[in-house]
């Protein structure tokens, strides 16, 4: 039996009347007026067999966290009904009720309590919470002296303690450090495996994909479609991008990265293809960037991004040339004059590609190691090269050529964290000397080259 | 296995608020517990200020209504004059602190309410038990500054009725308070009202003076004078703070007839805010 029931689901939210809308809309006589509806949910029906991990995408309002708190009941459908085999835990902002001015130890009873649990049942799983949240130093002090990772540990811990059969899960993997996310992910991993059922909502498509057997898209309130991971992602980046196609290759830009799928297959996967730019000992990666919907013109997809932490942006700009081939351009446009230590332009690909050539030297990739978390490089090249290729059983082969400059790139390929399983095949332009790459203001052209993707699976042939 | 369904009427359903209530009362004793242990926590006299609050109150009172303002009916001298006010203050407080408490709680705790499912009763409940908690407080320093200033004797056995008005007072916030904490979801203005309400309430109840029975001395018909006492007494706070006087002040058996009429009160408020509350609290969490 499913262990969660939606039933013809609709939830209506009338449009609050504010002070606001009495000055502006018509004044007093708004409130004679019915109020405006808004329908989040319209009349949607599906079920969740028990031991799965379902993923829901969608854009923002398309209803997906209005879905997650009616399954969690935090608010009722207006219409229909949800019924829920189980106990159920959210992992809906943690640490939501938290009291600041409470010690840590206060803290896990009182949000046990509020998750359900009794007082005997939280003094059993005490020790555990403190062990996984790693904060057993701070454990008496008041949590607003907490840092905000310490804070999200503690609500993550307390929460995965309450030993519930279902799990509702709401971007809680994007917060707190990267050791922390890695936790957070095999301990979800962990509660797969132990047959709970988890319900996640993310904008991040890679933990979707990585964790979730199921995948619900959502548009406007409406399922639009219920399937295998790669394939409701790649209908979803197809809905939301702009696409242009060379051949049998399409690219389908998305918020900062462009995926490549060739004859209906996705080859590209986790980061796709974009750029990464390093400032301050930092790496901003182009995803993170504010970017402005992308525009198709004369066959031609341009794109602008803004960074959010810097004075600078991005303009990139994917243009067909001939059969899966695109020529791919990325401007830097600084505001102020700025120092960047490097930069590159990398393509993350399936793990199914297994081996990989640059003009200099080939080779396979090494599996990916399990308790690997970092990016690894897979060659130590420094010499200057202009190619850089993978391809891999029944897989189209890619290339990337840079093309058009006198810089020098470094082409390297790098392993992912076992999380990720992602090859990446990397343009890395480094400073010749050692005090890094100056930029005055301006707009300067970063990188121009071309992406291949061949039939073939000779890597051999391509390159 | 527990098995929750969700649907608009299942989760209005007034049946369901004793049974919800009833398993989450640990909930609701540890959500008293900590806001109590937390209020104090950062004050450096900590729970010293929940005695010193009312006394610091009455002895302005005093000095202001008993020596220096004008002829009030039945003020008496100084030291009773401060037991008398005392006497009307301390359940005032209760009563002012625990809908204030109790009408923003839901707001307070809005995170909460927005990702966790709870019986949401618990929030404006455990809000006035923790008025409540310094009520009692307020009591015993009554009881102490009565044997301070007029020796153990003043202490009658006729305070064994303030536990029974105490409870009448406590259903009674607790009806206001879940009213009012509902509509102050959709309509932050309810908390201002209320401020503006409680700041009239303290001079529409007497508390500074005693209750001006039948309105005699008002210079007004007696037909009249009987519907504005009829009108006063709409005030609940009027008859409770006469019932404690009674008991605590006056060492007589306190009225019946107010008393009956207290407890009507209470109860058909308390029977109407659990209604109101029922009927909002399954989306609270979209209007927060």
Known sequence: MAIIQIQNVTKTFRLRRGAQTLLTKGGLRALWRPRERLNALDDISFE????????????????????????????????????????????????????????????????????????????????????????????????????????????????????????????????????????????????????KTIVFVSHDLNIVNALCDDVILLKKGQIVSRGAPRTIIDLYLRQLGREISAGSTTATFYQGAIVLAHGGLTITQSVHLHTQTHIDHMWAMSHDMQWDDAIVEDGCLRATGRSHRYPYRQHWELRPAGDDTFVFKVWFEAFEPMDIQEYNVSLGLRPEYTFWQTEHASGAFPPFDPKETEWRHVNRSYTSARTVGAGGENLPSVQIEATGQSESFRMTLINTGYEQHTRVLQAMRTPDGSQGLHFEKGRFLWFEGLVRVKKDSECSGTV | MTISVYTDAEQRKLSRIFPDLLRSRHLLLDLVSKELRARYRNAAMGFVWAILQPVLMMSILTVIFGYIAFGLPQRGTGKSYAIFLLCGLVPWQFFSSALVLGTQSLLANGTLIKKVYFPREVIPIAAVLNALVNALIGFATLAIVMVVLEGVDSISIHWLYVPAILGIQVVLVMGLAMMLSAWNVYYHDVGYMLEVALAFGFYASPIIYALPNNMASLPVSPTVAQWLYRLYMLNPMASLITLYRDAICKSVIPDIGLFAWAAFLAIVIFLLGLYIFRRHAPTFADHL
Not at chain 1, 135 to 143: E, K, L
Not at chain 1, 175 to 189: H, K, P, T, W, Y
């Open chain 1, 48 to 195: 969740i067999e028990p031991g799965r991990s379902v993923g829901i995408i969608g854009r923002n309002g398309s209803g997906k966290s209005t879905l997650l708190k009616i399954m969690a009941g935090v608010t009722v459908p207006t219409s229909g009904s949800v019924t829920v085999r189980g106990r159920l835990v959210s992992l809906l902002e943690l640490g939501a009720g938290f009291h600041p001015l409470l010690t840590g130890r206060e803290n896990i009873f009182l949000n046990g309590q509020i998750l359900g649990m009794s007082r005997a049942q939280m003094q059993r799983a005490f020790d555990d919470i403190v062990e996984f949240s790693g904060i057993a130093d701070s454990i008496d002090n008041p949590v607003n002296t907490y840092s905000s990772g310490m804070f999200v540990r503690l609500g993550f811990a307390v929460a995965v303690h309450t030993n519930p059969d279902i799990f509702l899960v709401d971007e809680v993997l994007s917060v707190g450090d990267e050791e922390f996310q890695r936790r957070c992910r095999s301990r979800i991993n962990e509660l797969r495996q132990q047959g």
